[in-house]
């Protein structure tokens, strides 16, 4: 049965299907139908909503009940997030689990409140200090909000690493028929939770290493892990690819744009396809390279200034040239602009491929 | 004159003679120095020296120094710099002009105190939200800690941008003699600082907009001015790569170890050599890719787990393979470990180039 | 049955006993043991326990929690009374009912952690602006902890006043057997909470009245509580005060030390008395005057400089002199001490009242 | 030479004519043109004049200021007053000199911006925990504003003691001609303040003293403080007094009121006379009481619901009756509500003393 829902009660929903019963945030635009969903739904099946004194104190709230074991989520847009990092880059290195939602407008600063995907960099890169990596997935359709949202617990509950889910304000506010398929509960047993040690040896979550020898097994530790979660938990859609001369990349909400001009460029007899990362970290370089290598042209149409690009480029290494298009401030890619950008590229108009700047 | 001082003091002194009066900041290992230093010379200058209340406060209080047209600096380690990540996106969104320093210790978390490199991302990715990039200066001795910091307060204030100095506990507590040669002076005119409006229009420092028009306007003049810095502002240090085949590339003090591995190289025949970027961002990709192209291979060596790997590999777009040698946690890479990556690339022993998974 | 339990235990059971659900606080000595039993045993009646970000934190979230209908508590000692000013005071103008613990320590400032009584100004005064007051209920005995507990739950929800438990460290930690006598539960109805508002008007919980004669009218219904409650609630323990004429005056802790000196003091054949206040406010006048009236001299014997002084002389109103012996800093006064000071009042060595300075 | 200017703002220039040369504060009405003129004024003498994030930093940033040896004030309204009473506490355990300034507004809560005096209690009784005191000083008119502002500086340094300026808001924002009369300036000499050790035993700023024996020596010491500023420094104003059958008391801007209210009666043959309190504390009963001894009734005029009320009958000690007529909420007494309550207890009509329940 399916339900007429907003992404962001999507996630809300499917956050308590999956489990969680704690929720810590501060409310931003174009997020906050998330706590407002959590706010009425968990204290009717006995979880904890807290609208915390700033996003700094929420993200250590997560930090304490996923410490002791608990599903927890926190939720914001850019600026929240951007406030977070210190907590996050503390959640990594205690191989915590935990889902942090980020729903992207416009930025940076202040920015607006309109939907975009620059926070990629943040995401993917780790806006906080150290090395370490956060689980990235971006869903693309209200269904999507719903199904990652539940895979993203599983994710942060096997790896114990935080989880990030990352949305965008059309996602967050559309409305679409969602179904729910929670993945069969079991409980999780968690032994290094600072549960009360009554009966067994005490469990100490800590980041402070003052010993560069064991702060370095630690990094080693969590490599292997990283390296670990790149080899297993790769996921992309392709669209397409298989005969494609054009290859969009495109994520999220800018995936559903992209796909529309790539069947509009296939009604022209232009070879287009597209690959969709659901998996922003880790990042599907090899199944991406290979559609390159099969291909003349790449196109990134993202909403931002181009940061899932060098990625792109990471997986292309010069095998074809990669243009870039993109909208910024909350601007939405037509469908029809990026059409013309695949055009451009791989057009009978043209008969070249031309390499932007 | 060549005095004996510590690189965090280096900063403090030379950021005075830049004329600068302000400092807001918090302490944390290994940068204390730094305040400490202007904690007691700035009020001989008349300048202000402010210990904050959090990171939160410091960089607010930054943000607000700069909107009136002063010249300031903040400073921190990895934990705080992640603290600041908002205001930075808010400062760089308001293209105001600051010095923030980095003194890098290892993370993820607490971490440690020893000295790291593991801010690469955070500092030339924007660990803050929306598209925005800092300028990242990294010195490689306690001569160009005062050195870059009078060229950070410079670009700041020529092209409006926040200025990353990237250190690392190595640099900031290591004793050298240093000589300070401050630009000459000229009184800054900033005619578009809060500086009072008597007799002339307000001046209005924001960073929103809700009208997404306005905000990818807004945009479309950050990234034409980051395209201007990229054509004009990269640094970089190169030594003996007229004839090299194995490129060594490090950043920071951990060129100086690399350098004289090179040397070691060198001594054994093998035609190693070094690039040395000093502008983290803009990345000097053209400089390092000339080199390449001459190149049998490319060792990337950081106190990370690989992060600057990724702009080499930018770089190289798969013209030579690219390795990497890093360490972690506080871990100094001995020159001894990186001539030994050296010989497995390129070596007699060998006779032929490895390329690691 | 009675059980062996520290007064800041007993507290914390006698609270889950009286409906309470949630608290939030953060630690300090002396009282950090209610806290700690609370982590415990709020999860097994399904409530909530959270130590937030600050003192400031805790208070807005039991604004909150009180406003939402809840049962909630907050515990600190005098540096984290003296930061929850400004919520107590916006809670005692929403009329919210809630429950606050001090355990006094000495002060001022950090002061020390031993036992004081030196925040009763702060209690009955207001350390808070505007003209507002708590209900204080000052216990003498760990089952006293536990039994006015109970009672405190009860006024806050039948006068929707906040009201304060001004214990000390002695009694916060000392250990005595207590039974538990919860009152009959029955659900409280508050149609004013802020429970969502389907079905019904919209409830709104607000200080803010621009208009001064709203505002004074608010303050109106206020001081009209507040004749009611001093006209119904003042409790007082006398001890041998039919024919007394010397009264001791004591609170607390300090009243149980007094006893014995009165005992001393009966043996040697001076008639002396005890009135013990259990309601600091409202403040137990009139009882005492009648009291004074009889007598020829009061002592006033207080863990502070003279504070409760000052309600007694209003009391006495000029008909008896009234003398003070106190201790400060964590000192406790001994009985012996105080039978002195009864002699030199009272004695046959003597025959005649000393009024000291 | 005197200049029209509001209280706010006259305080602002009189702080900087006493040298004062950092301000702290965050923005409240009806204070706010006190730190709007400072922000103004204070750069133009080499001052520091600094918005902080919260109260909390402010006062906390006062108490680093006050422990360095600079003249430094911070100034709110009661919510921004209860947040600083930690800090306060903090302050007058520390023994340093600083300046407060209350301009009071409608409360409990966030009550009104109209002008209140319902922090009295606050002010007198300390809202901080511990026994402390802070010298309240409590001006009447423009011209009072500055020349207080000078007294609070000087007796600050001279009792090494906090001194809280209350005002309200009608003071703080009426216009009035003002002349600046700055006490002969004489560099104080501060050899306890944390100034840089060098050359001398280093200079400690403590509060903290966990062995009870030497806190309650600080507390000894404090209050031998206390009973020298009570016998040297209360200050009062009389008027009327010699003769006087009724005596109101009242301070700041009732008291202006009520002196009309007197001039009233005496024009209709009533013997009304005037005490108006100066410094609240020390509060001055010896000089009250010898007034009230030759009177037949006293009546207590305050905008708030009776708090200097106990200080007068403290000083009544039953004397005489004394009866209350308050406003609150922000609306003020009038001159001829004040004669009526004079009438009633004087008057040729009733030829009796009415005492209000």
Redesign the interface.
């Given at each position: 049965m399916k339900t007429l829902m907003k992404g962001n009660e999507a996630i809300g929903e499917a956050a308590i299907l999956a489990g969680c019963r704690y929720f810590f945030g501060y409310p931003i635009t174009p997020q906050t139908e998330l706590p407002e969903y959590l706010a009425?739904r968990l204290p009717e099946v006995?979880g904890?909503f807290?609208?915390?004194?700033?996003?700094?104190?929420a993200i250590?709230?997560v930090y304490?009940a996923a410490g002791a074991g608990a599903r927890v989520m926190t939720s914001s847009?850019?600026?929240?997030?951007?406030?977070k990092?210190?907590g996050?880059?503390?959640i990594?290195?205690?191989e915590l689990p935990c889902v942090i939602v980020d729903i992207?407008r416009?930025?940076?600063?202040?920015?607006?409140?309109?939907p975009?995907q620059?926070?990629y960099?943040?995401a993917t890169?780790?806006?906080?200090?150290?090395?370490?990596r956060l689980i990235v997935l971006a869903p693309a359709s209200v269904q999507e909000m719903a199904d990652l949202t539940g895979l993203a617990f599983e994710l942060a509950d096997r790896y114990r690493n935080p989880v990030l889910l990352l949305g965008d304000g059309v996602l967050g506010q559309m409305m679409e028929p969602v179904s729910f398929n929670p993945l069969p509960a079991g409980e999780t047993v968690k032994p290094w939770a600072t549960t009360?040690c009554r009966g067994r040896e005490r469990n100490v979550v800590?980041?402070?290493?003052?010993?560069?020898?064991?702060?370095?097994?630690?990094?080693?530790r969590?490599?292997e892990k990283y390296r670990l979660i790149e080899a297993r938990e790769c996921r992309a859609e392709t669209y397409c690819t298989q005969d494609a001369e054009i290859v969009v990349v495109a994520f999220g909400i800018a995936a559903r744009i992209a796909k529309a001009a790539v069947d509009g460029a296939r009604a022209e007899g232009v070879r287009a396809g597209l690959v969709r990362p659901v998996t922003l970290w880790p990042f599907p370089y090899r199944m991406l390279a290979g559609v390159l290598k099969r291909a003349k042209a790449a196109l990134v149409v993202e909403m931002?200034?181009?940061?899932m690009l060098?990625d792109v480029?990471?997986a292309?290494?010069?095998?074809v040239p990669v243009s870039f298009y993109g909208?910024?401030?909350?601007?939405l890619p037509g469908s029809r602009a990026v059409l013309e950008q695949i055009r451009l590229l791989g057009g009978k108009k043209y008969g070249h491929y031309v390499r932007p700047a």
């Open positions: 009425r006995n904890v807290l609208q915390a004194e700033s996003e700094v104190a250590n709230m304490g847009s850019g600026p929240g997030i951007s406030l990092q210190e996050i880059s503390y990594a290195a205690a992207m416009g930025g940076p600063g202040l920015g607006g409140i309109q975009s620059s926070d960099f943040q890169r780790g806006g906080g200090h150290g090395d370490y009360g800590n980041t402070l290493y003052l010993n560069p020898e064991e702060l370095e097994a630690v990094n080693h969590l490599q931002n200034a181009g940061q060098e480029r990471l292309a290494e010069g095998c909208r910024t401030g909350g601007m």
